[in-house]
């Protein structure tokens, strides 16, 4: 008995006057003016995104080049690490003062031949 008086009650406020519907389409219009707006903040943080996605390639692209480049120059510091190394100078080192006294050596023997030869030639017979 107690809930029909309070539902009973409900029924007859629950008619619809030009206030209340006035309320639902205010309401309405600005939950439309609001998706609207979304959706146009949407669209552009699409394109941000496209934009920023674009952008972070080439910024990849340049990483991988510029990582490639320090490889190919920590390569490089390394052979010419490796060349100018003590053990390595000192090697060619003794490869050059071999050379040099195998060249002292062999103008000697050039001194020696040209110190023979009297530097007169007999005539050829031309018959």
């Known amino acids: 008995m107690e809930l029909e008086l309070i ?3 409900l029924e007859s406020n629950m008619e619809l006057g ?4 006035m309320t639902i389409g205010t309401v309405l219009a600005g939950l439309a003016a609001t998706w609207g ?3 146009g903040q949407i669209g552009r943080l699409m394109e941000d995104l496209k934009s920023v996605k674009n952008e972070l390639t080439e910024i990849q692209s340049r990483l ?3 990582e490639a480049s320090g490889a190919v120059m920590t390569h490089q510091l390394g052979v010419l690490g490796g060349m100018l190394s003590p053990d390595h100078q000192e090697a060619k080192a003794r490869e050059v003062e071999g050379l040099t006294h195998r060249a002292n050596a062999l103008r000697r023997d050039v001194d020696v031949l040209m110190k ?3 530097g007169r030639h007999p005539p050829i017979d031309a018959t």
């Open 7 to 9: 539902f009973g009650g």
């Open 18 to 21: 030009a206030k209340e519907l």
């Open 37 to 39: 707006m979304v959706k």
């Open 64 to 66: 991988d080049n510029t």
């Open 116 to 118: 023979t030869h009297n």
